[in-house]
T-cell receptor, first 119, second 111 residues
């Protein structure tokens, strides 16, 4: 598709439950990124993929967060044993392949996010 | 933690006036981008400026970049009510496309 599609729009979970979020990147885009936005301003990078391979996972809380981008499936972000502090809007973005020899990166295209509320 | 700070945090102007917002960052960058976020929506890419560029225009938008001061500014000319949104700068480093965001400026255009 021509837009990054994220589902669900809203997700409510009790503390300790599992949450799973989905993202369909734009067709032809090689990179997928997940960001967490807390309190309507601060964006935190979580993880990026180049096709189905993890590229950078330095932002991921290792113990409870996991993510996948498998061929012919939406990408997913899963949070085990959710905590109140996981309440946030989670954004997925995709971008085209960058030829780094040209020292120019491609803009990222964002979905509308999934609002996760942990009660 | 956030790479950058944006200034001001909030800005209200009359329709038709120009709006300027500033962004500072801390480490060396490859590109700096500006995004707009309408309430309840994702980020919309506005403009990208490379580290070897000093100024760039796109329609009513003008972006400057001063790498010696590690700062950038976004100017929106002849503002419209539809420009009401939050604006974020974001930087990336060579070889890694992950974005590091500023804290955002909330812009309100008064009709």
């Amino acid at each position: 598709g021509e837009e990054v599609a994220q589902t669900p729009k809203h997700l409510v979970r009790g503390e300790g439950q599992k949450a799973k979020l989905y993202c369909a990147p734009i067709k032809g885009h090689s990179y997928v990124f997940w960001y967490q936005q807390v309190l309507k301003n601060e964006f935190k990078f979580l993880i990026s993929f180049q096709n189905e391979n993890v590229f950078d996972e330095t932002g991921m809380p290792k113990e409870r967060f996991s993510a996948k981008c498998l061929p012919n499936s939406p990408c997913s972000l899963e949070i085990q044993a959710t905590k109140l502090e996981d309440s946030a809007v989670y954004f997925c973005a995709s971008s085209q392949f960058s030829d780094w020899s040209l020292t120019s990166n491609q803009p990222q295209h964002f979905g509308d996010g999934t609002r996760l509320s942990i009660l | 933690s956030q790479q950058g700070e944006e200034d001001p945090q909030a800005l209200s102007i009359q329709e038709g006036e120009n709006a300027t917002m500033n962004c500072s960052y801390k480490t060396s960058i490859n590109n700096l981008q500006w995004y707009r976020q309408n309430s309840g929506r994702g980020l919309v890419h506005l403009i990208l400026i490379r580290s070897n560029e000093r100024e760039k225009h796109s329609g009513r938008l003008r972006v400057t970049l001063d790498t010696s001061k590690k700062s950038s500014s976004l100017l929106i000319t002849a503002s419209r009510a539809a420009d009401t949104a939050s604006y974020f700068c974001a930087t990336d480093a060579f070889g890694n496309e992950k974005l590091t965001f500023g804290t955002g400026t909330r812009l309100t255009i008064i009709p």
